[in-house]
């Protein structure tokens, strides 16, 4: 599967215009509040965004090892709320105009996952940009050689009388012409923290064939 080079920009704007009206409405004080990365607050899970994607943008890698992205959060530590948040949307700007951005631009939905989580936001880790998120994980796993998965996600597309979602979609993790190995039946959030080992254990899902630790994709 090979997806258009602009999939991984849209995915990137659709997340900046619906995670920084969030963040503007937030009080400070939340800004501290404790996230699924471990010893990161949510202030420090959007330094890290912001040097990521700039990064990323402007050809300044580094290892992106733990000790290097601390370091990256470390240098934000001197910014109000106000200048991090204005950081964080040039960064984005910045790294959906850059033809790297396939990189992280998954991993950067998440941590926005990350955030909505802390701060008691619904349907963290399937907000807005999923069904793009959806098929750049379908294609990372590809690239990672995910064990081949045949996923049937529930309480998508169409909506049942009680206003909840009732529909379902079939996804292939893995090689897409392999033989059938493994099933997963979840929901869109159960499957990101699954791949992503965002506490996988409140996912409501059915795993037969591979293990939950097979299916990570995510450090």
Request: proline content about 5%; charged content about 25%; some cysteine.
């Amino acid at each position: 599967m090979t997806l258009a080079p602009e999939v991984y920009g849209k995915l990137l704007l659709t997340e900046r215009d619906a995670l920084l009206p969030i963040l503007r409405r937030t009080p400070e004080a939340a800004f501290d509040l404790p996230t699924v990365c471990d010893l990161w607050s949510v202030r420090d899970v959007i330094a890290h965004c912001v040097a990521a994607l700039t990064r990323v943008a402007t050809g300044n890698l580094h290892g992106f090892t733990p000790e290097d992205n601390q370091a990256d959060v470390e240098a934000k530590r001197g910014l109000s709320v106000s200048e991090l948040l204005a950081e964080l949307e040039k960064a984005y700007d910045l790294g959906a105009a850059s033809p790297e951005i396939y990189r992280v631009a998954l991993g950067e939905w998440i941590h926005g996952g990350d955030i909505r989580e802390a701060l008691g936001e619904p349907g963290a880790y399937a907000s807005d940009g999923v069904d793009d998120a959806l098929d750049i994980l379908v294609e990372r796993s590809v690239r990672r050689e995910a064990p081949p998965t045949d996923v049937r996600l529930t309480g998508v597309g169409e909506t049942s009388p009680d206003g909840s979602s009732a529909g379902t979609r079939s996804l292939r993790l893995g090689d897409p012409d392999a033989m059938h190995a493994a099933e997963l039946v979840t929901d869109v959030e159960g499957l990101f923290r699954i791949v992503a080992n965002r506490r996988p254990e409140l996912a409501v899902a059915e795993l037969t064939g591979v293990t939950v630790r097979e299916l990570r994709m995510f450090s």
